[in-house]
């Protein structure tokens, strides 16, 4: 008996040694100073984001604690679903990250976040964010979250090397979508057997979007999610049509493949192009590859001239219980320094109009020039075009469209979608 | 026996404090869940009103839920199929005692330690569907054996793709099966075997109608109990696909609802899995009541 | 089944004279052993592959980690330096260690009392619901053991409301109570079968001494229960040091444990790297697979005592 007891207290001690190594602070309601942020910016070059945001915030709050309160996994489905009951239970944090636009219907609509249009007005917010983007981020006259960086999701990256080898100039651009096939039709035929690379399903629903972008253009787009454009009409057709061609130069194993390794294939070589957003970027960068050498970017084909949007932003929960350390959190991060810091690393780029292109790498300094001049389309499959459960309903048609290629059953589910979504 | 609360009075205290526990966490909570499966709230909004049976309806009447009852079939007919068979293989093999037994039941029981997250980490990427020049885990092993025509899709299948999920469900369960049976042959008396023995049974004679029939309660067991986890199997899914069309299930489902934040989509996919459970789970129970009576 | 069976049981020894056609019988029983061998050994190697897998791919340096050679042992050992100087196989570790090692002393201190705590709840339920009864005990039993088959996902919201409205930490203490909690039912059934095969002499005996339920249960039940308590200590430290459902609701990475922090370091990693997340799995799964090799004898043996049957 005497053996077993010693081993039990000896797993007990070597718990308590291994946890109080090292403790990590937890949010406490009564310390005034200490602001609990919930991201999933757990790991790779989302942390590496937020650790330089929060750097500058120690900096510019030197009093206040940064709790991190970060859930990884599901392309922050856990952290969603961790958000919704807190926020359910009135335990909500002191700000959370959500995709700015209609990803936070259901939160405007269920009263659980605070009006920050005082807070654009103290802190100029709205002279110094385009106009566009205002657009996007107000709901009924009011602005409920603050954007910390813009992403584009309408992006090609491309191996200039596999390119090349095919006899095709990775510095020009397709024309459309049919000539950027004939393309992809070259590649196959000098061998690659995979031109392009997809992932997952919600890579899948972004390569569909911009697909819809490139056949109905910005506006026809944009009506989809107004009720201005129908869901059966031929546009979508045509876009259903060129999706499932695209989809016969695609891995076959795309549907369990996350994002970075669809973006690994094309840095392996196996692919020629990706359509992802700009935090592709990072695993260029990581690759040590030089813009317009190794590889290169452009708009989608047929999306020319239009920004396909998304951006990653903070809220003020209703209750938070440190409301004036996330205020500052807030400031930190609409401010000229926060922005520029953290999406030096991230690989994104700032609200913010005062930028100063010139600091930033040559990717962003075109996204940069494009944001100012294109036309702004919301992402869907980033949560700006369309509420948490309408882009939900999408994303499963579109996995079944990965698996069955029902093009019929593809359109009924989409106009079901947004039947149900629409009222 | 002395009736009287003096008799029956302490026992009863002893248990009460776990009866009125599990009365709130399991049917008081069952119960809050059941009440949201008939209203109407479909997003954060708290205020909702009663729809009685509405959901229920609906969501037979939607393909994909269907197809994620037909994915669970699949992968339910494969995972008891796999661990009961291999269960009871290794159970029969191990009976007759073999040099390193220890060894070997170690080894067959050990992945019930590893947490389906663990295994997921492993086995998601032994699963991999891509074939040739870029096949890794099982694809690539074939390959390298010179048995590239076994290569597959594996999950990717729509279809059959969910017996490739219940290839780690059967890796982490075969095992407790195992010991279960184990269990059941070292209880038969060696003097039932010898009996039979002795009135000339050949081998498979004395399998037929002296041990299989001494086994069957062991095997309702295991059947039960990985039947009931075949039907809530979630964490698996998620550490190796992810919620997608191709490996969904209702449990998935109801997880994709939830963070879609429509609370009644999920607690009525939630009470109609507790249905399915109940159903299998029930008779068991009156079945068993009813054996250990006659025992008594 | 009684308590009294023995845990192994012991090879039968044939001390019978040979027979004509003996020695046949004897090659053909010794192919079918070798037969058997190999049968055994195949299922050994199939089983063990997942674990070389990830013992494998947890040594080879991030660099080196691609499909073509995913089966292969690693062309640079982590004690070798790697290409360009990169990270090791080491630096996998090191990662997995710095990401996990405070969450694994955690989960020791929820997974040990939960264990404990609920092994001897379960007990005193089991030993009152099969040997010291009282009328509708069965209807009781019933009700307490259903509450082990429902899904977990039904009840989370209500839980999580429960939690905030009573202000529980959202830490171990918490996950603690809960998988106490959800633990009885499942531990009440091991030591209600368990207890089962207590002869009734042995508790008429008792009462006849004038012991009362406590006593009886402290000075003749509980000696005789150590494989019962083997099984739902293995069962239940199992169950809270996997658990992901819970502790993704209940807590966070920063007070919660292991399973959280594993998920974080295999899925939130962008441009993955397999190597710390194979290490990480292996690092977060030792103290269970410690406890099934070293106990997995008894586990077995408590099964065999009438733990867990029909």
Redesign the interface.
């Known amino acids: 008996m005497r053996k077993p007891l010693s081993i039990i207290a000896g797993a007990v001690a070597l718990g308590l040694v291994l946890a109080g190594c090292s403790s990590t602070p937890s949010s406490d309601p009564e310390n005034a100073n200490q602001v609990e942020v919930f991201t999933w910016w757990a790991s790779g070059s989302e942390k590496v984001g937020l650790d330089a945001l929060v750097k500058v915030f120690q900096e510019q709050n030197p009093d206040d604690e940064f709790i991190n309160a970060s859930v990884a996994g599901g392309a922050g489905s856990n952290a969603k679903a961790a958000l919704a009951s807190r926020l359910e239970a009135d335990n909500p944090p002191d700000t959370f990250q959500a995709h700015a636009g209609a990803e936070l219907t259901d939160y405007i609509n269920a009263g659980q976040l605070q009006d920050l249009s005082s807070f654009y007005q103290e802190n100029g917010l709205s002279d110094v964010f385009p106009a566009s983007l205002l657009e996007r981020l107000t709901v009924d006259g009011a602005i409920y979250s603050v954007p910390s960086n813009i992403h584009r999701a309408n992006v090609v990256w491309a191996n200039t090397q596999v390119l090349k080898d095919a006899g095709i100039d990775p510095m020009e651009a397709p024309a459309d979508l049919d000539a950027w096939i004939a393309d992809l039709d070259k590649l196959k035929a000098a061998g690659v057997e995979t031109p392009l690379a997809l992932g997952t399903e919600w890579t899948q629903m972004q390569l569909f979007e911009n697909v819809l972008i490139a056949d109905l253009g910005a506006e026809g787009y944009s009506g989809l999610w107004t009720g201005d454009t129908a869901w059966d009409s031929a546009g979508v057709d045509t876009a259903i049509a060129h999706y499932g061609q695209l989809l016969d130069y695609t891995n076959s194993d795309f549907a369990g493949l996350d994002w970075d390794a669809a973006t690994q294939i094309v840095l392996d070589g196996n692919a020629g192009y990706n359509v992802m957003g700009d935090w592709a970027e990072s695993a260029f960068q990581q690759a040590g590859w030089t813009y317009d050498n190794e590889y290169t970017t452009w708009a989608t084909p047929g999306t020319d001239g239009v920004f396909d949007f998304l951006a990653d932003s903070f809220t003020l929960p209703v209750g938070a219980p440190h409301e004036q350390a996330a205020t500052n959190w807030l400031t930190t991060i609409s401010s000229a320094e926060g922005q520029k810091a953290f999406n030096l690393a991230k690989g994104s780029i700032p609200a913010r109009t005062d930028t100063v292109a010139a600091d930033y790498p040559a990717y962003q300094q075109t996204a940069i020039k494009s944001f100012g001049e294109d036309t702004v389309v919301s992402s869907l499959a980033h949560g700006a075009a369309a509420s948490i459960a309408w882009s939900g309903d999408i994303s499963s048609a579109i996995g079944k469209f990965g698996a069955d290629r029902d093009a019929a059953s593809l359109l009924s589910g989409l106009v079901a979608a947004s039947d149900k979504a629409q009222g | 026996m002395k009736k009287g609360y003096k008799n029956w009075g302490p026992p009863l205290l002893l248990v009460s404090p776990t009866i009125i526990v599990i009365g709130i966490f399991v049917y008081g909570l069952i119960g809050a869940n059941v009440a949201v499966s008939f209203s109407n709230r479909n997003s954060l909004v708290p205020a909702t009103e009663f729809v009685g049976l509405d959901n229920y309806f609906a969501l037979f009447a939607e393909e994909r839920f269907i197809h994620s009852l037909q994915n669970l079939g699949v992968f339910t007919v494969f995972f008891i199929a796999g661990t009961m068979i291999f269960g009871f293989l290794w159970a029969w093999m191990l009976d007759k005692g073999v040099t390193a037994e220890g060894v070997f039941r170690s080894v067959f029981l050990f992945p019930m330690a590893i947490s389906f997250v663990a295994s997921g980490v492993v086995w998601r990427w032994l699963l991999n569907s891509a074939e040739g020049d870029r096949a890794s885990g099982l694809n690539r092993i074939f390959e390298n054996l010179g048995l590239g025509f076994l290569q597959n899709s594996w999950w990717n299948e729509p279809g059959w793709g969910m017996a490739a999920i219940a290839l780690p469900a059967i890796w982490q369960l075969a095992g407790y099966v195992m010991a279960l049976f184990l269990a059941g042959f070292r209880g038969i008396p060696e003097e039932l075997r010898e009996a039979a023995r002795m009135d000339g049974a050949t081998e498979w004679k004395l399998y037929r109608y002296v041990i299989f029939p001494q086994l069957s309660p062991v095997a309702l067991s295991a059947l039960i109990i990985v039947g009931h986890m075949s039907l809530k199997v979630f964490d698996l899914i998620m550490a190796i696909t992810k919620s997608i069309y191709q490996t969904e299930v209702p449990a998935t489902y109801l997880w994709v609802a939830l963070t879609a934040n429509d609370y009644a989509k999920s607690a009525t996919i939630a009470t109609i899995l507790l249905l399915f459970v109940a159903v299998l789970i029930v008779p068991y129970l009156v079945y068993t009541a009813r054996a250990e009576r006659k025992q008594r | ?1 009684s308590i009294a ?1 023995e845990l192994e ?1 012991k ?2 020894i044939s001390g019978k004279p040979e027979m004509p056609g003996q020695s046949e019988l004897r090659n053909r029983k010794r192919i079918s ?1 070798t037969v ?2 190999v ?2 050994v195949l ?2 190697v199939i ?2 592959m ?1 674990v070389y ?2 013992i494998v ?1 947890s040594l080879k340096p991030p660099q080196d980690v ?3 050679t ?2 292969g042992l690693p062309v640079r050992w982590p004690w070798e330096p790697a290409l360009d100087g990169g990270p090791t196989g080491f630096d996998n570790w090191a990662l997995a260690w710095n990401a996990l ?2 969450s ?6 929820l997974a ?1 009392p939960a264990a ?1 705590i609920s092994s001897f ?1 379960g007990a ?2 089991g030993f ?2 099969a040997r ?4 509708y ?2 209807i ?1 039993f ?6 082990m ?17 009573l202000g529980l930490p ?2 171990i203490s918490t996950l603690l109570m809960v998988h106490i ?2 633990g ?2 499942i531990c ?1 059934l091991i030591f209600r079968n368990y207890y ?1 095969g207590i002869p009734h002499e042995l508790m008429e005996a008792s009462r006849m001494d004038g012991a ?3 006593r009886t249960f402290g000075s003749i039940v509980l000696p005789l229960s150590v494989p019962g308590f083997v099984v739902t200590i293995i069962w239940q430290f ?1 169950s809270a ?5 819970f502790a ?2 209940l807590s ?4 919660g444990p292991v ?2 922090s ?11 790297n ?1 190597g710390a ?2 290490a ?3 690092l ?2 030792l ?3 410690i ?3 070293v106990l ?2 008894y ?2 043996g408590g ?2 005592s009438g733990s ?3």
């Open positions: 089944m069976t049981k090879p039968r052993r058997k061998y049968f055994l299922f050994l089983v063990l997942p897998v990830l791919t691609n499909p073509a995913s089966w090692s405070a694994i002393g955690r989960t020791f201190l040990i404990l709840l005193m339920n009152v619901l010291w009864r009282f009328p005990a069965d009781v019933t009700f307490i053991l259903f509450g088959f429902i899904p977990y996902q039904a009840i989370m919201t209500p839980l999580v409301q429960m939690k905030t409205s959202s830490d909690i959800y009885l039912p009440t089962a009362g339920m406590l199992t040091w996997n658990d992901f459902l993704l609701f966070n990475q920063n007070d399973s959280l594993l998920n974080n370091l295999a899925q939130g990693a962008q441009l993955a397999y997340a194979m990480g799995a292996l977060a799964s103290p269970t697979l406890v099934y090799i997995g004898k586990f077995i099964l065999m867990v049957k029909s």
